[in-house]
C-alpha cells in the first residue's frame, strides 16, 4: 500500500514569491521606464510594500477573492505591483493584450467580468472608447500619479494610481488558500473566433517561475539583469516577473518604446545581461546595432520564442555580437516556455554551422513537460526526426479547460496544440509549421517556416513569410512575400535562384510579392490570415 509523505503541505502561492524576494533580496532594484519617459528605479522592498498598499486599495474599493481585476499596461513597476497585490490577495489578474481589436477587448473584459482595469495612459483613448460597453468595471485606474493622468475628456474619470495607494498601510496579510486557485487569466489572439482565456493556477505559476531560472533554461540569479522585452499582456512575460523574484535577479522593465535604439540604450545603460522577446524584436535591435557599428558590452543570453527565429539571426547574434540564442517554444495554454533548444558540452564543441542548426530547432521539453507527436488517426509518431504530426502537450503548467468552458480541452490528457512538428531521437523538437499554415502541394507538406528560414538568409532580406495560395493543379503552392532591407535590391529571380539551391526543387515558390511590411498582429506574429486573405487567391499562372 502507498504511504503517505510526512511532510508539511505549504502551498505555493504567488504572495509567497514576493515575500521571499522582499526578503532576501530587499536591496535589488526594479528598474522601470516611465510610460510619460524618465527611468525610475524601486528596491524589490519598496515594490513589495507598494504591491501591500495596491491590495489594501484594491478591498478598501469592496473587491473580494475571486474578483477579476484587468490590466492593459506596459512592462513597468506598477504593472509588477498589480501582478503580486492582485493574484496574492487570491483575485484573478487579468493581463489584457491592447493590441486586440476593440471589440475583442469588450468581448473578454465581459467574459473575465473584470472589476477594475487597470491601464496605461497611453491607452486612454481605447479606454474611454470601449468603457460604457463593460457593465461589471466599477473603476478605471490609471497607472501614473495625479500630475500624468490624461486630459480630461470622455466618459471615464480614471484614478490616478498613485492617490489609490497613497494613504493605505504598507502591510497586508496575505491570504492563504488552495495553490491550485486562478491567479492569472491570460487569453489567446484569437486570430479565428472569440479568443479563449486559460486561467493559470499559482501553483502552475510557482512551479513554471522556479523552472525558469534554471542554468539550462533562462539561468537567473542575483547576478544578472533581466529585461524582459516580451510582454507582461502576454503570457506573464514568459513569467519571468515571477521567477525574477524566486532567483533574487534584478529587473529591468521597458515600458513602451520597444524599438531597437531605446532597447540598446537601456541594456547598455543598465547593464542587462538576459533578455526575452519575439524575433521581430531582435530584428530591430540588430538593425539599429549593425547600422551604428555599434556592440554589446554585458548582454550574454537572450531567449526568443512565439515565431520561428531565423537562422541568420541566431548566426550575427552569436558569432558577430556573443550572444548566446536559446530559441524556445510555448503558447498562451502552455503558460510560458515548455521546450528550449540550450547547447550541452558536448555541442559547443561542434562546428557554428551545425551550432546554428540545433538553435534554430525548438529544442527539448523543460523538467514538468512532456510532449508526443501524432497523425491524424491519433497515433504516436516515431521520434525519428523526420515523421510529423500534430505536436501534443501536457505537464505542470498546461491548460485543461477554458475558462468558463464546459468540456476539457484535452484529447486522453494531452493538449493538442496545432503546430506540426518532428521530434528527434535526442527529444529535439522542431516546428515544422501551424496545422493552418502548413502547403499541401500535390499530397506533399511544404513547411512555411523552413522557407521563411532559408529566405531570410538572403542579405538582402529584412523578413519573409509564406503563404499557400490555391493552385488547379498541384491544390497548393507556396506564394513568397517580402520585405527588403532598407535600401537593398533584390528581384524575384535572384531570390528564387538563391532558394533554389537551398530547397528542393518543389518546395520554390510559385511567385515573390514584395511589401514595404507583413502586417504583424497583437503578439508579434506576422498575420498569415491578413496575408492569405490579401493574397492566397488563385495562382493565375502570372
Ligand atoms: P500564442 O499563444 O499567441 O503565444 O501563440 C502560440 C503559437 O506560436 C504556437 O502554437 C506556435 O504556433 C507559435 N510559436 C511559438 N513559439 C514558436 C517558435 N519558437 N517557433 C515557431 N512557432 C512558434
Request: hydrophobic share 45%; charged share 20%.
Amino acid at each position: 500500500m502507498l504511504k503517505p509523505g510526512l511532510m508539511m503541505d505549504r502551498p505555493l502561492l504567488i504572495s509567497g514569491l514576493l515575500e521571499h524576494s522582499a526578503a532576501q533580496n530587499a536591496t535589488q532594484e526594479v528598474v522601470s521606464r516611465e510610460t510619460h519617459g524618465p527611468t525610475v528605479r524601486l528596491s524589490i522592498a519598496q515594490i513589495a510594500r507598494r504591491a501591500r498598499q495596491l491590495a489594501n486599495a484594491l478591498r478598501g474599493l469592496g473587491l473580494q477573492p475571486g474578483d477579476a481585476v484587468a490590466s492593459i499596461a506596459w512592462n513597468n513597476h506598477r504593472h509588477l505591483e498589480a501582478y503580486y497585490a492582485v493574484s496574492g490577495s487570491g483575485m484573478v489578474m487579468h493581463t489584457c493584450n491592447p493590441r486586440l481589436h476593440p471589440e475583442q477587448l469588450v468581448y473578454i473584459l465581459n467574459h473575465a467580468e473584470d472589476r477594475v482595469v487597470l491601464f496605461d495612459s497611453t491607452f486612454a483613448p481605447l479606454v474611454q472608447a470601449i468603457a460604457d460597453k463593460c457593465p461589471h468595471v466599477k473603476a478605471w485606474v490609471c497607472l501614473s500619479d495625479a500630475e500624468h493622468l490624461p486630459a480630461a475628456g470622455g466618459a471615464v474619470k480614471p484614478l490616478a494610481y498613485e492617490d489609490l495607494i497613497a494613504h493605505q498601510p504598507d502591510t497586508f496579510d496575505w491570504p492563504e488558500f488552495d495553490e491550485k486557485t486562478g491567479a492569472v487569466l491570460c487569453y489567446t489572439s484569437g486570430t479565428t473566433g472569440n479568443p479563449k482565456g486559460v486561467l493559470y493556477s499559482h501553483r502552475a505559476i510557482v512551479l513554471n517561475a522556479t523552472t525558469a531560472c534554471l542554468p539550462d533554461v533562462l539561468g537567473l540569479s542575483t547576478r544578472e539583469s533581466v529585461l524582459p522585452v516580451v510582454p507582461m499582456f502576454h503570457i506573464n512575460a514568459w513569467c519571468i516577473p515571477y521567477a525574477a523574484m524566486v532567483a533574487g535577479a534584478r529587473i529591468v522593465l521597458p515600458g513602451p518604446r520597444l524599438d531597437g535604439a531605446s532597447l540598446y540604450e537601456l541594456m547598455e545603460s543598465e547593464k542587462v545581461t538576459i533578455s526575452a522577446g519575439v524575433p521581430t524584436i531582435w530584428m530591430g535591435l540588430l538593425q539599429h546595432v549593425e547600422q551604428g557599428g555599434l556592440r554589446f558590452s554585458t548582454m550574454r543570453l537572450t531567449a526568443v520564442g512565439g515565431s520561428a527565429m531565423p537562422r541568420a539571426l541566431i548566426e550575427k547574434f552569436n558569432d558577430v555580437y556573443g550572444v548566446e540564442v536559446r530559441h524556445g517554444w510555448g503558447m498562451t495554454e502552455t503558460a510560458a516556455i515548455a521546450t528550449l533548444s540550450n547547447l550541452s558540452a558536448a555541442d559547443w564543441e561542434k562546428p557554428a554551422e551545425e551550432r546554428h542548426a540545433l538553435v534554430a530547432r525548438q529544442g527539448k521539453v523543460v523538467s514538468g513537460i512532456e510532449i508526443k507527436v501524432v497523425d491524424e488517426m491519433g497515433t504516436t509518431l516515431p521520434r525519428d526526426g523526420t515523421s510529423q504530426g500534430e505536436l501534443m502537450v501536457r505537464g505542470q503548467w498546461i491548460v485543461e479547460r477554458y475558462y468558463k468552458a464546459e468540456r476539457t480541452a484535452l484529447v486522453d490528457g494531452w493538449f493538442p496544440t496545432g503546430d506540426i512538428a518532428t521530434i528527434a531521437p535526442d527529444g529535439v523538437m522542431t516546428i515544422r509549421d501551424r496545422t493552418k499554415d502548413v502547403i499541401k502541394s500535390g499530397g506533399e507538406w511544404i513547411s512555411s517556416i523552413d522557407l521563411e528560414n532559408a529566405a531570410a538568409g538572403h542579405p538582402a532580406v529584412a523578413q519573409a513569410a509564406v503563404i499557400g495560395i490555391k493552385h488547379p493543379k498541384w491544390d497548393e503552392r507556396p506564394l513568397l512575400l517580402l520585405v527588403r532591407k532598407p535600401g537593398a535590391a533584390l528581384e524575384k529571380d535572384e531570390i528564387l535562384g538563391f532558394l533554389a539551391e537551398r530547397v528542393a526543387k518543389w518546395w520554390v515558390p510559385e511567385d515573390v510579392v514584395f511589401l514595404d511590411a507583413l502586417p504583424v498582429g497583437g503578439t508579434g506574429k506576422v498575420q498569415k490570415n491578413e496575408l492569405r486573405k490579401r493574397y492566397g487567391g488563385v495562382f493565375s499562372g502570372a
